[in-house]
């Protein structure tokens, strides 16, 4: 970690003991960011390490991942548009098609989810938390940039122990509208349009070829729609509602939630 | 000895902060560049001490480290009340801690925030900081802070020159030996720390207030 040896400090410790507590300390020592290490601040739990051998009763559990999934931001004018689907699946059985895979981290932040769902809700709860720290103790909210990097350096610290996280921070905060890719390998990106998932694909094909930095509101939220929408139709593992969410000056709005089956009806209605 | 309990005074402007700082007389055999009272903390922020120069040393670096910590974390240059607040913080906690004593200094941090407003903090060893217009610490801080109580005014401070002379004027009132041993620096917005030559200001000071005993007089004549 950058300029541990001059914090000399309270560094991770990435010995590969099994179940060895994790002091996770949320504060200044790893973020760097603030300075009070106050005793409430610390937040610790164990960590099992995946690479030695199963459970205590022998059996090797599948943990249910959602990279399964569609998820897409971009920016564009007027903010930025968030569209995500909504189903879960588990191998080939589809578990829920009613997941809510936009985090909502403060009324100015949205994340999405990707991946694996208790991964990315933890951590984006986490990083609510002291985002919200953030807000009481220097009186101003915090950056797109700043949030972002929060929750990438958090999850480097457990890069390579099988966290599974693809998420995109977006915001507006004083440098405009922001939007960020970070994922659990600690790839942390600044970008205007991200799309996250195996139907990343398709919804690529949709936005690229309909994305212009003068969009109405209305336009970009039918090409968040509309991509979703394809990405569902040839992806089996992305289905359900289309959850859409806008992101301008005053913080998010909700704009709508539509399944996918409606919105099939209403395109080939309209061709 | 490393003690420098002298007068440091801190004047905040619209465009430009300033800090001046009563050096000791240095010994003939000393190089005197390497007597240095008024640091640098980042590009935009300084800060000038009164007290132990060993303990600032620390500070001093420490600050340094969390200002570029910051830059790293949050992708943007500290504001001069965070750095501030780091510094306090320390310094509290030396108050609070088993077999520790306090640093023995107090700092006047100068700076530009990134929204262009100027700023003043005063810390002491207690570990508590306010803002200020315009202060004072050290030895005869009280008396330099008594001149700046009666001058600081909106037209003092409307220039640059103006409040670099204010900061010149309130030091001259406790240095001893006049203008060599002041040494002076200034912030300007978007600019790095900059050392100011006081020579020339010093003369026109002189000269400023031999004409107002000119006037007083003729004043009194007439």
Redesign the interface.
């Known amino acids: 970690m950058?300029?541990a040896s001059?914090?000399s400090g309270e560094c991770a410790d990435f010995s590969l003991d099994f179940r060895q507590p994790f002091g996770h300390n949320c504060g200044p020592g790893q973020?760097?960011?603030e300075?009070?290490a106050a005793p409430g601040d610390s937040v610790s739990f164990s960590v099992k390490n995946p690479m030695l051998a199963g459970d205590d009763d022998g059996v090797e559990r599948k943990i249910e991942f959602l990279h399964g999934t569609t998820t897409l931001a971009f920016k564009f004018e007027h903010g930025v548009i968030v569209a995500v689907d909504s189903r879960a699946t588990a191998g080939s059985y589809i578990a829920s098609q009613t997941v809510k895979k936009v985090i909502e981290i403060n009324p100015y932040l949205l994340g999405t989810m990707a991946g694996g769902a208790a991964d990315c809700s933890f951590w984006e709860r986490l990083l609510a938390r002291q985002c919200r720290i953030y807000e009481l103790?220097?009186k101003e909210r915090i950056?797109v940039?700043?949030a972002s990097?929060?929750l990438a350096?958090m999850v480097y610290q457990y890069k390579g122990m099988g966290l599974s996280m693809g998420t995109m921070v977006c915001g507006w905060d004083k440098r405009g509208p922001g939007l960020y890719y970070v994922d659990s390998e600690g790839n942390r990106v600044c970008g205007d349009l991200f799309a996250v998932g195996s139907g990343s694909m398709y919804a690529y094909g949709v936005m690229d070829s309909g994305l212009r930095q003068d969009l109405t509101v209305d336009e970009a939220c039918e090409l968040g729609r509309r991509a979703i929408y394809q990405a569902t139709f040839r992806d089996a593992y992305s289905g359900g509602q289309v959850n859409l969410y806008h992101v301008h000056s005053g913080g998010w709005t909700r704009i709508s939630q539509e399944d996918v089956l409606m919105l099939h009806q209403k395109y080939r209605d309209q061709a | 000895s490393n003690m420098c309990c002298f007068s440091d005074v801190g004047i905040r402007g619209k465009d430009i902060v300033v800090l001046g700082v009563e050096k000791k007389s240095v010994a003939k055999l000393q190089d005197e560049r390497t007597v240095r009272k008024i640091c640098a903390l980042d590009e935009h922020v300084c800060m000038a001490f009164a007290g132990l120069t060993a303990d600032a040393r620390i500070v001093i670096n420490r600050a340094r480290?969390?200002c570029?910590?910051?830059r790293?974390?949050?992708?943007?240059p500290v504001?001069v009340e965070?750095i501030t607040?780091?510094i306090a913080?320390?310094k509290q906690r030396y108050t609070q801690s088993n077999g520790r004593r306090p640093f023995g200094i107090s700092a006047l941090i100068v700076g530009f925030d990134y929204d262009g407003t100027p700023r003043l903090y005063q810390t002491d060893p207690s570990g508590t900081y306010h803002a200020w217009k315009a202060n004072a610490i050290g030895r005869s801080a009280k008396t330099v802070r008594e001149f700046l109580e009666k001058n600081y005014t909106d037209e003092a401070i409307a220039g640059d020159n103006e409040a670099i002379k204010l900061a010149i004027k309130a030091l001259l009132e406790v240095v001893q030996s006049g203008g060599k041993n002041i040494e002076l620096a200034v912030i300007r917005r978007n600019q790095p720390l900059k050392s100011k030559e006081i020579e020339t200001l010093v003369a026109e000071i002189e000269k400023e207030k031999e004409e107002e005993a000119e006037k007083k007089k003729q004043k009194k004549s007439t």
């Open positions: 950058a300029l001059v914090l973020s760097g960011a300075c009070d103790r220097n950056s940039a700043a990097k929060l350096n | 480290v969390e570029q910590s910051h790293l974390t949050v992708e943007d504001t965070y607040r780091y913080t320390l």
